[in-house]
T-cell receptor
Framework: EAGVAQSPRYKIIEKRQSVAFWCNPISGHATLYWYQQILGQGPKLLIQFQNNGVVDDSQLPKDRFSAERLKGVDSTLKIQPAKLEDSAVYLC???????????????FGPGTRLLVL | KQEVTQIPAALSVPEGENLVLNCSFTDSAIYNLQWFRQDPGKGLTSLLLIQSSQREQTSGRLNASLDKSSGRSTLYIAASQPGDSATYLCAVAGGGNKLTFGTGTQLKVEL
């Protein structure tokens, strides 16, 4: 089965510019997650979708970050305007049932590496 | 707020050695604990998932244990190989399948 797809793989922008990342989860997976992983740290959850509704966005900096999940499938994460501290790897993950089945694992994409200059 | 700590931060061992990675967490109210592997430039791969009612899980040369009451887990790797070189991340699942990750242990297995 195809895994979680993300694009682009790398992005370099200047501060105050905007950027968008795209994620296509595993087919049939109801739950989609976006994580931010700063160098030397573990991933931190930014937002969790169950189908096309937001379950948890408590750690999403809403003044500059936004995310949507169209028709409960693909998702985009946007940063506008970017700051130097946004330099990180942005990981997308999906799981079959998510909060409806807490014993299941999440499947991760390869990530998008963002560098803000 | 759940906090996850992993020790050591980095580890270098000769090929063939058995090794143990440690993970501790502050809130014992978890659904499960998972160990992931991360290779440079790649995403995370799930290695083992231990449900809160279980004590351990095994997969090939890997064995993970869970002691919820003390907030600890260990990942045991037997007969290490150079291909095991990667960063190993521990994560605990709270409500809504929300994962809290540790900072990882960077493992290097040398020939």
């Amino acid at each position: 089965e195809a895994g979680v797809a993300q694009s682009p793989r790398y992005k370099i922008i200047e501060k105050r510019q905007s950027v968008a990342f795209w994620c296509n989860p595993i087919s049939g997976h109801a739950t989609l997650y976006w994580y931010q992983q700063i160098l030397g740290q573990g991933p931190k959850l930014l937002i969790q979708f169950q189908n096309n509704g937001v379950v948890d966005d408590s750690q999403l900096p809403k003044d500059r970050f936004s995310a949507e999940r169209l028709k409960g499938v693909d998702s985009t994460l946007k940063i506008q305007p970017a700051k130097l501290e946004d330099s990180a790897v942005y990981l997308c993950a999906s799981s079959l049932k998510g909060q409806l089945q807490p014993q299941e694992t999440q499947y991760f994409g390869p990530g998008t590496r963002l560098l803000v200059l | 707020k759940q906090e996850v700590t992993q020790i050591p931060a980095a580890l270098s061992v000769p090929e063939g050695e058995n090794l143990v990675l440690n993970c501790s967490f502050t809130d014992s109210a978890i659904y499960n604990l998972q160990w992931f592997r991360q290779d440079p430039g790649k995403g995370l791969t799930s290695l083992l998932l231990i449900q809160s009612s279980q004590r351990e899980q095994t997969s090939g040369r890997l064995n993970a244990s869970l002691d919820k009451s003390s907030g600890r887990s260990t990942l045991y790797i037997a007969a290490s190989q150079p291909g095991d070189s990667a960063t190993y991340l521990c994560a605990v699942a709270g409500g809504g399948n929300k994962l809290t990750f540790g900072t990882g242990t960077q493992l290097k297995v040398e020939l």
